[in-house]
């Protein structure tokens, strides 16, 4: 099965760095993938890792350590509206299924 | 293109009673889904499909049927509806390729009320 764990609420200033962090166990797997989603709205996909290293897209960069079973999102120049909740979801080897954690509400203060 | 479509978007329903969410999408993706997402637990995967005639269950089946008799079509069936079943219900698609990913769309999601 899937364990997946990320913070469930931060907070964060106006122009500063926030990192998300999300640790999974799993039977197998195949990439790691952070979603961003608004309030009241469906999900929409930021990022994806399949090999260890940095993947930096913009503002947003996302980090995997397979062998430590952690990544991270990394968000630069925080803006008002990257106040959202940030899904952190394993693929399993299989590759037929996306499992997701609980997600990290981020508020960002002015 | 419409992307993932969704109906209805908001519904309100009696214990004991049935209903289909909808789920269409226009990108000829193989691959179908149905997730739900309760506070504080994330989005759980209920049942997907790899192509039509081919179902399979996810993480929470129980009390869901679905069916995929067209490539864009993905209906999720409630046959009694229970407190337990009030969530957001969304549906996602994505290119189906075994053992890669290819980007997962969602739709704009079902918000369901069993009283």
């Known amino acids: 099965g899937q364990n997946i764990d990320q913070p469930t609420e931060m907070t964060a200033t106006e122009g500063a760095i926030v990192q998300i962090n999300c640790t999974y166990q799993?039977?197998?797997?195949?990439?790691l993938f952070w979603y961003q989603q608004h309030a009241g709205e469906a999900p929409t996909f930021l990022s994806y890792n399949v090999l260890d290293g940095l993947e930096e897209k913009g503002r947003f960069s996302s980090f995997l350590s397979r062998s430590k079973g952690y990544s991270y999102l990394l968000l630069k120049e925080l803006q008002m509206k990257d106040s959202a909740s940030y899904l952190c979801a394993v693929f399993n080897n299989a590759g037929n299924m996306l499992t997701f954690g609980g997600g990290t509400r981020l508020m960002v203060k002015p | 293109n419409a992307g993932v479509t969704q109906t209805p978007k908001f519904q309100v329903l009696k214990t004991g009673q049935s209903m289909t969410l909808q789920c269409a999408q226009d990108?000829?993706?193989?691959?179908m889904s149905w997730y739900r997402q309760d506070p504080g637990m994330g989005l759980r995967l209920i049942h997907y499909?790899?192509?039509?005639?081919?179902?399979d269950q996810g993480e929470v089946p129980n009390g869901y049927n679905v069916s995929r008799s067209t490539t864009e079509d993905f209906p999720l069936r409630l046959l009694s509806a229970a407190p337990s079943q009030t969530s957001v219900y969304f549906c996602a698609s994505r290119m189906y390729v075994l053992g890669s990913y290819n980007e997962q769309f969602f739709g704009p999601g079902t918000r369901l009320t069993v009283l």
């Open positions: 499909s790899v192509g039509a005639g081919i179902t």
């Open positions: 799993t039977s197998g797997f195949n990439g």
């Open positions: 990108m000829n993706h193989e691959y």
